[in-house]
């Protein structure tokens, strides 16, 4: 079973640029049809699709965020990185990444969550 695990600083100033990695174990982020998310939650809101990345290594970003977001891989780490330029109070949130299954990337489906991590953007 695929696992994911989130680390990164809980605590970012504003303006600084915030950087979240996935560690997946149970499978390979390269395997054919697995595809990875990003996702998060401010406080009091419903969640928030950031972005992801398919097996090939393509990313895909959300537009509201598009210009301040960058998804990247580590392959050889097993590993999958966001970053978030610019922050402001209103990136704080709990961060999640997926894993995803499914013959395409827009007929996937979350198969599994990492188990989310407080970011809060205060200086």
């Known amino acids: 079973q695929v696992q994911l695990q989130v680390s990164g600083p809980g605590l970012v100033k504003p303006s600084q640029t915030l950087s979240l990695t996935c560690t997946v174990s149970?499978?390979?982020?390269?395997?054919?049809?697995?595809?990875f998310s990003w996702i998060r939650q401010p406080p009091g809101k419903e969640l928030e699709w950031i972005g992801g990345i398919h097996y090939s290594g393509a990313a895909y970003l959300s537009p509201s965020l598009k210009s301040r977001s960058s998804i990247s891989r580590d392959a050889s780490m097993n590993q999958f990185t966001l970053q978030l330029s610019s922050v402001t109070p209103e990136d704080t949130a709990e961060y999640y990444c997926?894993?995803?299954?499914?013959?395409?990337?827009?007929?996937?489906?979350?198969?599994?969550w990492g188990q989310g991590t407080q970011v809060t953007v205060s200086s």
């Open positions: 149970g499978g390979s982020i390269t395997t054919n049809y697995y595809y």
């Open positions: 997926t894993f995803m299954y499914g013959s395409t990337w827009y007929t996937s489906s979350i198969q599994n």
